[in-house]
């Protein structure tokens, strides 16, 4: 089965997240996932749209959001990364379609983000694989009155 994964990929520092976009497409090639779209957005907060925006296509089936969200002098950075996790469920939710997380933050420092850029991107990535490929294993298994275990 083939998966087909949009990205949407915050522009807020970008230096971190150039690094996660390229991280995530490389690590989607070796999962035999196809990345047909990237849709940046200039920020986490813009994230959701894009999400949504890429969830109503047929071929689409699931959407990594990447970002970092770096602590500043206020909780802006809380704000921010907390709305914008909220919404990615819900359009999730609403599409039936899996809407992973790769963000860092809120609380993180530049140098942590850096650090942690390569891991959040593929984490992302592998769960919307998971997540697809399982689906569609359930939506083809019949109940037989035994325990099933998807994954």
Avoid: C
Avoid at 9 to 27: G, L, P, Q, R
Avoid at 104 to 114: D, E, K, Y
């Amino acid at each position: 089965m083939n998966v087909r994964l949009g990205l949407v990929i915050a522009e807020f520092n970008y230096d971190i997240t150039k690094i996660m976009e390229e991280k995530a497409i490389s690590h989607a090639r070796f999962l035999n996932a196809e990345v047909p779209i990237v849709f940046k957005v200039p920020g986490v907060y813009d994230s959701p749209f894009a999400v949504s925006k890429l969830l109503r296509l047929n071929y689409i089936d699931a959407v990594s959001v990447l970002g970092a969200v770096i602590q500043g002098e206020t909780k802006h950075d809380e704000l921010v990364a907390n709305q914008a996790a909220r919404m990615l469920i819900d359009l999730s939710e609403k599409y039936g379609k899996p809407v992973t997380l790769g963000i860092i933050g809120p609380g993180a420092s530049r140098m942590q983000a850096l650090e942690r850029s390569e891991e959040y991107s593929r984490r992302a990535v592998e769960a919307a694989v998971k997540l697809v490929l399982r689906s569609k294993m359930l939506d083809e298994v019949k109940y037989e009155g035994k325990l099933l275990t998807i994954g």
